[in-house]
């Protein structure tokens, strides 16, 4: 859509166009044909163009208006004053205190000798200015400017007012107030990190093959269904532009036989890897490795057993250790009172089907049971029950009575816990039916996105919680 700015030359080039820039703008943006200026254009000259915008840049039109030539429409016109100037001066007082303006001496109003005299008609002295005898200034039954009672100053010890009736203000120096000390730091674990295998062997294997071999060994490596499906679409695709097919069971079968090296191969390099990163590794990484070892594909060389026998003995003293730790945070939780946080640890062990110790169970059902009172709120049983559900000491979390006050969102949690917490739920009056299957953990919620682009994805707004 075409619309109006106002331009400046800037300089004129050798094909008799000139370059432009907008006004009061340092760079020049665009060039303008010599057709559209007056004859006697030239650098510096200002006019209001009609203008339009697309891709390419800026396009002048027309020009609206120019400014005539040899007069300056930006001139300040100074006009002169007629009047006298007259310049101000400042006096300052004097340094010493406030005298008279006049240079008379000061004069000491303290005594009472204001100008106009009393204003009771009086005489007043310095000693009767509030009425009655007054200390003289600086004797010791005069209070101090600190001791005085102000306006909004606390009453002192043995004084009321009628506002605060029996109740008296804390005094400034009284004792301090209760500061509560955090609960101590609990230990920090490194996260793990996930397994990050290289592709040198696999590479290898794919580089030794034929060319014409090397598409179906690609393949392979996804498993022979891949490999199957693939073949039919191509074949759907000759069949449908009359190119020849290719023949099924021969493919399928040159597939078969390079899969047993393909996948030693792969598996070389997640094995080589995860010995580099025994260290940080995730355990559910490291065991992935261990179970592959035992394909018949791969256990047939004799490098490849042997690193899988370090990878096992790696994975058996790293499970140790995890458990340890495992352990030693759950104590930790429950030395500083955070039941919530050890029976969710406990639900979540390194290694599945080890017993939980006795003696670390009784103290996990002890807090849990203290921690379910009736005078606690809905939140909080719902938060203590949702992690006991899947710890390993749930049969034994048995409250001594239900809360006061039952919401509608622990009801719904109970009844939802019910087959994990049977004895929970007959508590709050809940049936569970035999044979009810077990719910799942609930998921972490996620940041909740608006409901605007939630719809536009065509999904429900994210930030709920998955129920089992």
Do not use: C, Y
């Not at 010791?140 to 506002?163: I, K, L, S, W």
Request: proline residues 11%; aromatic residues 2%; positive net charge.
């Amino acid at each position: 859509m075409p619309h109006r700015m106002d331009i400046e030359l800037t300089s004129e080039r050798d094909d008799g166009s000139w370059t432009w820039r907008a006004a009061g703008a340092r760079q020049p943006r665009g060039v303008v044909v010599a057709d559209l200026l007056p004859g006697a254009a030239s650098v510096g000259d200002q006019f209001k163009v009609e203008v339009e915008s697309d891709v390419d840049g800026i396009s002048i039109l027309s020009i609206v208006t120019a400014p005539p030539r040899g007069e300056r429409t930006d001139l300040i016109e100074l006009l002169p004053i007629e009047t006298d100037f007259k310049p101000v001066i400042e006096q300052r007082a004097p340094r010493g205190g406030r005298g008279d303006d006049r240079g008379g001496p000061r004069r000491d109003r303290r005594d009472g000798d204001r100008p106009g005299g009393d204003r009771r008609g009086g005489d007043r002295r310095a000693g009767d200015r509030r009425g009655g005898d007054r200390p003289e200034r600086g004797s010791p039954d005069r209070p101090r400017d600190g001791d005085r009672p102000r306006d909004g100053d606390p009453p002192r010890d043995g004084e009321r007012t009628a506002e605060a009736g029996d109740r008296r203000r804390p005094r400034r120096d009284g004792p301090p107030r209760r500061h509560f000390d955090p609960p101590p730091e609990l230990p920090k674990r490194p996260k793990p990190k996930r397994l990050r295998p290289g592709s040198e062997h696999r590479t290898k294997v794919l580089d030794a093959q034929p060319e014409g071999m090397r598409p179906i060994a690609e393949l392979a490596l996804q498993g022979i269904p891949a490999v199957r499906q693939r073949l039919r679409e191509d074949n759907r695709k000759a069949r449908d532009e009359g190119r020849p097919e290719m023949p099924e069971d021969s493919v399928i079968a040159m597939a078969e036989q390079l899969l047993p090296q393909l996948r030693a191969a792969e598996w070389s390099d997640r094995a080589e890897a995860a010995k580099r990163q025994l260290e940080h590794l995730d355990l559910r990484d490291l065991r992935s490795v261990v179970a592959a070892a035992e394909d018949p594909a791969v256990a047939r060389d004799e490098s490849t057993r042997q690193l899988a026998a370090e990878l096992k003995a790696g994975l058996a003293e790293k499970q140790d250790q995890e458990m340890a730790r495992w352990l030693e945070d759950i104590t930790a939780a429950l030395d500083v009172g955070r039941v919530i946080r050890a029976l969710r640890m406990s639900g979540e062990p390194p290694k599945a089907g080890v017993p939980f110790p006795q003696e670390l169970a009784t103290r996990l059902v002890e807090g849990a049971n203290t921690s379910l009172t009736p005078d606690d709120g809905a939140d909080r049983w719902s938060a203590v029950l949702e992690a006991a559900a899947f710890s390993p000491v749930r049969s034994q979390v048995q409250p001594g009575s239900p809360p006061a006050k039952v919401t509608d969102e622990l009801r719904a949690t109970v009844t939802r816990l019910g087959p994990l917490l049977p004895q929970v739920a007959a508590q709050f009056g809940i049936e569970v039916k035999a044979g009810a299957p077990a719910p799942r953990p609930l998921r972490p919620t996620r940041p909740a996105k608006s409901a605007k682009s939630a719809k536009s994805a065509g999904r429900p707004p994210r930030g709920t919680p998955a129920t089992g």
